[in-house]
């Protein structure tokens, strides 16, 4: 289970507050896994929350985040794709029905190596 946290603020230039973190923990005690504040991107915030928050922190890895190694090294415990994974399929798929709907089969075969 993990505690979504989406009060908080999308720029964390300043640390979670004492409210912020008490729900963090309560979420924890309740029984969370880990804590996932939705919408945090930065190195900094990342970095201030993973020392913060109590538990372990889950950060959605899209573009504009930064890599997994420096998400390990930030203290991130576990990361999300969230919908990455299946728009990756999707796109494949469409350019596979697309080569093939204009009688390209080869590139429609590549599209599966």
């Known amino acids: 289970m993990r505690a979504h946290l989406p009060t908080l603020p999308s720029d964390l230039t300043r640390p979670p507050s004492r409210v912020e973190l008490s729900r963090t923990r309560?979420?924890?005690s309740a029984g969370a896994d880990c804590v996932y504040p939705i919408g945090v991107t930065a190195a900094d915030e990342i970095r201030v929350l993973a020392e913060?928050?109590?538990?372990?922190?889950?950060?959605?890895?899209?573009?504009?985040t930064p890599s997994l190694?420096?998400?390990?090294?930030l203290g991130v415990a576990r990361i999300s794709l969230a919908r990455g994974l299946q728009r990756i399929a999707s796109v494949s798929?469409?350019?596979?029905?697309?080569?093939l709907a204009s009688g390209n089969s080869e590139a429609a075969v590549a599209l599966l190596a």
Not at 52 to 59: K, T
Not at 69 to 73: C, F, K
Not at 93 to 99: G, I, M, N, S, T
């Open 52 to 64: 913060e928050m109590g538990g372990p922190v889950n950060i959605w890895l899209r573009p504009g």
């Open 69 to 73: 190694e420096e998400h390990t090294r």
């Open 26 to 28: 309560e979420y924890l």
């Open 93 to 99: 798929v469409q350019r596979a029905l697309e080569a």
